[in-house]
């Protein structure tokens, strides 16, 4: 199935899966390369550091480095449900290149995001990785982790989650809606992507359920406990860098 200009087969799914494309207005919005640039001298003016603040502030995060790695964690969960979900869905993924992407960082959870134009690219996990890990990730792992000093493993768990994450919600939707040939082409790609050498070793996956083995620090956000791929079972009462490596 080719794409269509609206990306309306991703609308069922809702949530971290819908895609605003040419048809609606973005307005004024920076693009993601603009989020993941050099901090200019007006940190003010950057999307990322402003997103950062935001969720710090929304959630009572009791240092930024926390709220960074939320912020990442829904960044990869927004890219990786699009991308997967075209996929699983079209065969084919739009271009997600950075410049023609703009984000609402003011903007609710999940994160608002704009497709000025849609392009199609191969729907393999070659091409996902490319659009996903090398087009977005990395560079958002390396704004945070300049400005926050995040460990590079729980970055790179972050990534492995958010896209296990995806792809159980399209598995969950697939089957309830009868499209187990979705929900096949979904784990697939997962089982691909997870085996990626940036990927490689964040995790461990069976079926649709992932283990992680690093934190995100959702646990130290007040009242926020741990999360359902977490490698602590339980709240850590340690440093809490010992759970970021």
Known sequence: MDLDPDLAALRPLAGFFVLRTEGASAGP????AQAYAPVAPDVSANPLIFRVRKVATALRAPELRVAASLTHQGLAARLWSIA?????????????DSRLLRWDADG??????????VRPLPGDAATLADVVLHGHLIPLAAALHARHHLAPG??????????????????????????????????????????????TGAGNLDGTAFRRRSCCLYYRVPGGGVCGDCCFTRPPRSSPRAASG
């Open 84 to 96: 997967l979900g075209c996929a699983a869905l079209y065969g084919r993924v739009p271009d997600l």
């Open 29 to 32: 919005l920076p693009t993601l």
């Open 154 to 199: 729980l970055l790179r768990g972050n990534a492995a989650s958010a896209l296990a994450g995806a792809a159980r919600e399209l598995d969950r939707w697939a089957r309830r809606h009868g499209r187990t040939d979705v929900a096949a082409r979904a784990r697939a790609l997962t089982s691909e992507l997870l085996a990626h050498p940036l990927l």
């Open 108 to 117: 609710s959870a999940p994160d608002d995001l704009f497709l000025t134009d």
